[in-house]
């Protein structure tokens, strides 16, 4: 564990948005503007890799590390702290933030108008989403949920395709319905007489004060409510319909993070504060949460057959994949015996490897819609022979995507169904189903695009350069690798999720002491 480098996580979240203060008031020049923020988002990786690496997940070692912490606003009414640290769950969300910043500012090279402008509001969409991951006070926590809505909306509506206001303004609309939920949740947690703290280490805790029954509102409330918040990021069906328009008006950087982790904030909530704040709830309501997971599954298949447009496709390929993390959290409704950590570690798992995979295929489909101008796929075919490194990379996001083993998706995917199976055996198998849907239109939509009839028109097009070469190398590796050596993640993982799983079970064994 590193212990010589203090303020390491402060710096981590907040280093992109010191770049970006020094590009919109010192730096002159697209060129400048453009290096300069390749070279914070590769020290913010790098910073990401050593928070991830200094994570010690040895027996015994402290549940939350390298933390932060110092009074904000301490007055009788709110007593919130500025208060960063990171466990098993939010290291590798933190590692996955950083790489896909990088990539996402290396994927913006080819934009031209208003580049500062531009590179501002990614380096502070970054920022936005560390926060989310490392916060340790609710109220925090909320506070930089809600600043990534700024950057998002300005890089749909300002550089963005098609219906980019509609688009931009539907995706805010559903994120303050959500954000709205999660503030009377909050507020209710802290003025219950017997909380009053927006410490999450504290909430966290097995036993807390929310398990008193002097809570303002109903426990089962605050569960749907905070619930309704990360349903809507995730997203869940029936609350998804914003993101195909969003993915398919935004600029390819735009949909690398929205894809790559913003979705992750509303898995990363789900698995922090309903499975972590609420073990009987979540307990109780997990035929509900599994229900949600099938539907989400299956009915973002089914959609995702009738796509033709490259980037709608791989959105609502989305919601069929980021359902499985629903499925996953499904898994500690075990009728019999002990809740384990497999399914909430495969969706964990979910989180990681649907980032990278769907960072990797909206990266390509970024450089092919440069190259040839259009997303249409009957319109596409044969560029498999043009473009050599750009149809690898597609491929393996592709492959990766259906669940092939060897590459990461598969990891995730069979931790979701092992652990859920025990639970819900008939709404697992049909959760499954999903699999062969994505075997269908991922195999559809690679003959087509890649392998299909030779385009004259698309002869002279080039392959990606140097810069566009290194973020699909870079995440072609995290696929690999982690398909190849799974416990890399898993291990980490498994740590911050064993203390929810213990207090899982203990709710449960109180319940049947209770005779309920």
């Known amino acids: ?302 959609v995702t057959l009738r796509q033709t447009d490259l980037k709608r496709l791989i959105a609502y390929s989305s919601v069929s994949h980021m359902g499985l993390v629903l499925v996953g959290i499904g898994s500690v409704g075990i009728v019999a015996g002990e809740v384990t950590t497999t399914g909430l570690n495969g969706a964990a798992m979910q989180l990681f490897t649907h980032g990278t995979v769907t960072g990797l295929l909206f990266l390509s489909v970024g450089l092919i819609y440069e190259r040839t101008h259009t997303r249409y796929i009957p319109d596409l075919g044969g560029l498999a022979n043009r473009m050599p490194l750009v149809a690898v990379a597609f491929l393996i996001a592709g492959f990766a995507s259906l669940g092939l083993p060897g590459l990461s998706g598969f990891v995730s995917e069979i931790l979701v169904f092992f652990g859920a199976f025990a639970a819900f055996p008939w709404l697992t198998a049909l959760a499954v189903l999903g699999i062969i849907l994505a075997a269908g239109y991922i195999l559809w939509m690679v003959q087509l695009t890649m392998f299909g009839p030779r385009r004259e028109q698309f002869d002279s097009i080039p392959d990606a350069s140097f810069v566009e070469g290194v973020p699909l190398v870079l995440m072609i590796i995290a696929i690999v690798g982690v398909g190849i050596y799974p416990s890399v993640l898993t291990d980490v993982f498994k740590s911050g999720l064993e203390p929810m799983v213990a207090a899982i079970n203990d709710a449960i064994n109180n319940q049947l002491a209770a005779g309920r």
């Open 1 to 302: 564990m590193i212990t010589g480098f203090p303020g390491l996580l402060t710096t981590t979240v907040f280093l992109p948005a010191a770049g970006a203060l020094i590009i919109l008031l010192l730096l002159r020049g697209d060129r400048n503007v453009r290096w300069f923020a390749a070279l914070i988002g590769m020290a913010d990786l790098a910073l990401a890799v050593l928070v991830f690496l200094g994570f010690d997940r040895t027996d015994g070692a402290a549940r939350f590390q390298l933390l932060d912490r110092f009074d904000w606003i301490a007055s009788q009414a709110i007593n919130a702290s500025y208060f960063l640290g990171i466990d098993g769950l939010s290291a590798p969300l933190v590692l996955l933030t950083g790489l896909l910043g990088f990539c996402a500012v290396l994927a913006s090279w080819h934009i031209t108008t208003r580049v500062k402008e531009y590179f501002v509001w990614l380096l502070l969409l970054q920022t936005a989403v560390m926060g989310v991951f490392t916060s340790l006070d609710l109220l925090l926590f909320f506070l930089f949920w809600e600043l990534e809505l700024l950057p998002m909306y300005m890089l749909i509506v300002t550089w963005g395709t098609g219906r980019k206001e509609y688009s931009a303004m539907k995706f805010l609309i559903f994120t303050i319905m959500g954000s709205a939920a999660m503030l009377v949740a909050i507020v209710a947690v802290f003025i219950s007489p017997d909380v009053g703290t927006f410490d999450m280490t504290q909430l966290l805790e097995p036993g807390s004060m929310l398990n008193s029954a002097n809570v303002v509102l109903p426990l089962g409330l605050l569960f749907w409510l905070f619930f309704v918040a990360f349903a809507i990021k995730l997203p869940t069906w029936p609350l998804h319909t914003w993101l195909p328009d969003a993915h398919t008006d935004a600029p390819t950087a735009a949909s690398v993070m929205l894809a790559g982790v913003m979705l992750k904030m509303g898995g990363y909530g789900l698995l922090r504060i309903n499975v972590g704040m609420f073990p009987e709830q979540t307990y109780v309501f997990a035929w509900i949460l599994m229900g949600l997971g099938v539907i989400s599954v299956l009915y973002g298949g089914v």
